[in-house]
């Protein structure tokens, strides 16, 4: 890695493997952190065996939130946590300046690693994203996480800038959220034929399977705020090279994912209203409540989940409550 990204003083930790839930940001009813839920939520993901947290993604709802709101929940969940699990921190926004400050905020509030959109809301050539990307790393003082979302972000970095910059040292690890298992291989074997250290994880709920076969080291699946045992359970068969249980229980992932379909769920914060309407009913968090402009849901929509996804969410977990083998140490 090059002097300019090397803090000594910052503990490298364990390669991050296993399951990191995209954590949902629970709120009151007048739109606060609900620090209480939160702290509950993140218990419950602890006793299902996940593997640490990713804080201020999509599903928490990261774009409603300034420098001090990301900060606070990042704070949070590193004093639940207690050193327990590592907590990944986004810290992606529209321009460099704006993600320097996200990133000074997450790492003065304990964060152990920082992850990266590229900025949005315009179009930026590859040379200016690689000093974008530069600039973060420097900052922090390791390498970071790329974060690849088209769906929010655009294209962003090609493979080819993001394996030179593995190799710099700015990047030593991926979240991919497009579920294009093709970009997901082809960047993998890019960094092992340039010779780079890369720990690249699934963000899309439908493919923690496909991604362990092609070399994933985990899946940062939004499900997991909802069944970690059942992802944890997954991620230990595929550990044990038991593809058949990897494959059964990716079934039950789906099955999962067509009872959350609702007709207005077409957009990413969408995920955010479903997923507090059943972690609610769960009794895991205590309001529904979502970061404004998104609504919460419609009474029918409630009691379709009700009768088709929550059920599902109980069976899942108590079939993979046999499986569950404890909480990960760092």
Known sequence: MPPAFIDESIPTGERPRGVFPPIVLPLTDDGTLDSTSLERLVGKLLDGGVAGLWVNGTTGEFYALGVEGRARVVRECVKIVAGAVPVIAHVGDTGTDLVLDHARAA??????????????????????????FRAVARLAGRPVFAYNLPRLAGPGLGIDAIVELAAEGVFDGAKDSSSDLVWFRQLLGSARRAGVEFDCFTGGSAVPDLGYFVGAQGTMSSLANLVPRHLVAQFEAFGRGDWTTVR????????????????RATTISATAALYKHLLERRGWIAT???????????DDERQQLDRTALPLIDHLETAAAGEHSGVRRR
């Open 107 to 132: 790492l003065d509030a304990g964060a152990d690693r920082l992850s990266v959109l590229p900025p949005y809301g315009a179009d930026f050539t590859q040379s200016e994203l690689k000093d974008h």
């Open 288 to 298: 529904d409540r979502s970061a404004a402009p998104l609504s919460r849901l419609t």
């Open 248 to 263: 059964d229980l990716q079934d039950g992932s789906d099955e999962l994912l067509r009872a959350l379909r609702l007709p």
